[in-house]
């Protein structure tokens, strides 16, 4: 569309330069005669003495018309050429590795040609933030990576050295970090595949309230020893989601809130408002501090003592859980509960009736 209405807004300058010239030829030539006749009198050879006239004015009103259509076919060229030889030197320096290049509008009235660059800027924009962001992603999975890496060295090492003795509790230990790195990874690979549009998703009609009854019957004990109890108020509705998948979103979200939150009730709910299928996990306290609350979501954002967000963890549980939700077309979203602590709602789509 951009490069149509580039073509077009030079079809018409180019147009409008023609035109302009065609009209200096003729007004000028009905003016030139006008004069003439004014002050010279009426020859008698009138025929002979027009068409040696005519040659000369019109020849001269053509070359002042062809030198004002050139200057103005110049200064119009000039216009649109230049913010394109700006965004033309730009794309040259991105594609040498330089993401800060950006090109210069110029001329706000062209505004195509203002819109091309603008995009244009954007898109650079896009890239130097997402080269950030993927070197921001490599040095802090690097760094999540080193320390249960570390570890398992470290006991394995010793073992082999005879410091350690290869018992039960130190292949639990062992064992344990081994799971952190695979929670990891498919946390990682759960988040990209999401963010690049390729999570696979097995949607079926789904009794969520089952899923969830089967979910709490696996989390109760757990929970029940770490202090908290288990509520929850569960409508019985039917929706189209992968299961597994919502069953992973939810967990992490008890998850945070087993690791955060005031040792007391964590409800779950399920209902349906305004025809949408609506599931939240809420806890009682202390909640998310509000600097961090706006980017809650966002990979490897950890809270800090008064938040309930990812502490210890490996920062990528609610970016998880975002990924999830959106990949079926809902949304998650935080806000503050009655009771002073953190609510996580999970708004999906129409119940299937």
């Not at 009609?205 to 757990?222: F, G, P, T, W, Y």
Request: hydrophobic residues 50%.
């Amino acid at each position: 569309m951009i490069v149509k209405g580039l073509s077009r807004q030079i079809l018409l300058g180019m147009a409008s330069v023609t035109v302009v010239a065609g009209l200096l030829v003729f007004f000028g030539t009905y003016l030139a005669f006008a004069v003439l006749f004014y002050f010279s009198p009426w020859p008698e050879d009138t025929d002979n003495w027009l068409t040696g006239f005519d040659f000369i004015i019109l020849t001269i009103l053509i070359l002042i018309a062809l030198i004002v259509a050139a200057i103005a076919s110049i200064r119009l060229a000039r216009r649109i050429l230049e913010p394109l030889e700006s965004l033309a030197i730009s794309a040259r320096q991105i594609k040498d590795g330089d993401l800060s290049a950006r090109a210069i509008p110029g001329d706000h009235s062209l505004g195509e040609t203002a819109l091309l660059v603008e995009d244009f800027n954007a898109m650079a924009q896009r890239l130097q933030d997402m080269a950030a962001d993927m070197t921001l992603w490599n040095a802090t999975i690097a760094h999540e990576l080193r320390t249960p890496l570390t570890i398992l060295k470290g006991r394995l090492q010793g073992m082999i050295d005879g410091v350690f003795e290869p018992d039960e509790k130190s292949l639990h230990a062992l064992v344990l970090q081994v799971d952190s790195l695979a929670r990891l990874v498919e946390d990682l690979r759960t988040v990209t595949l999401a963010d690049s549009g390729h999570l696979d998703l097995r949607l079926q009609s789904v009794r969520l309230k089952d899923e969830i009854l089967r979910l709490a019957a696996v989390l109760d004990e757990e929970l029940q020893q770490d202090g908290f109890e288990l509520k929850l108020d569960l409508c019985d509705v039917v929706v189209r989601v992968d299961a597994m998948r919502i069953r992973q979103a939810l967990l992490a979200l008890v998850t945070n809130a087993r690791r955060y939150a005031h040792r007391g009730l964590i409800e779950i709910s399920l209902g349906v408002e305004r025809d949408q299928v609506i599931l939240r996990v809420t806890d009682e306290g202390p909640g998310l501090a509000p600097d961090i609350a706006a980017s809650a979501f966002e990979p490897f954002r950890r809270g800090g003592e008064s938040g309930s967000l990812e502490k210890g963890g490996n920062g990528l549980g609610l970016s998880v859980v975002r990924a999830i939700v959106e990949a079926h077309g809902g949304r998650v979203r935080y806000a503050p509960s009655d009771k002073g602590g953190a609510m996580f709602e999970i708004l999906l789509g129409k119940a299937v009736s």
